[in-house]
């Protein structure tokens, strides 16, 4: 069975940045697309990026070009630079995994159980 673990969340304040990660264990990572999914409260999922096996990457349009996504094969690790935070980043972001490459944020076969960022003065 497939677990992720998400790390790097906390408490930034706006125009700040933070480096999400996310380990995987128990499947093939390396076949998998990976993304950034993120809740606010009393919101829907919503995708953050993506990125597929081959390296392709999406970016959902809440991500811009102020976050980065990547990956590292040889570590079975995803990470997201987030750059120039905002308070409506404010949210749960969770990695997930999905066999096939999907934009939609509810697509996945394994999630993990996510980081918090909120983004406040």
């Known amino acids: 069975e497939g677990q992720l673990v998400e790390s790097g969340g906390g408490l930034v304040q706006p125009g700040g940045s933070l480096r999400l990660s996310c380990r995987a264990s128990g499947f093939n990572f390396n076949q998998y697309s990976m993304k950034w999914v993120r809740q606010a409260p009393g919101k829907d999922l919503e995708i953050v990026a993506v990125?597929?096996?081959?390296?392709?990457?999406f970016y959902g349009s809440s991500a811009g070009s102020r976050f980065t996504i990547s990956r590292d094969n040889a570590n079975s690790a995803l990470h997201l630079q987030m750059n120039s935070l905002k308070p409506d980043d404010t949210a749960m972001y969770y990695c997930a995994a999905d066999r096939y490459y999907s934009t939609v944020a509810s697509s996945f076969d394994y999630r993990g159980q996510g980081t918090q960022v909120t983004v406040s003065s």
């Open positions: 990125i597929n096996s081959n390296g392709y990457i």
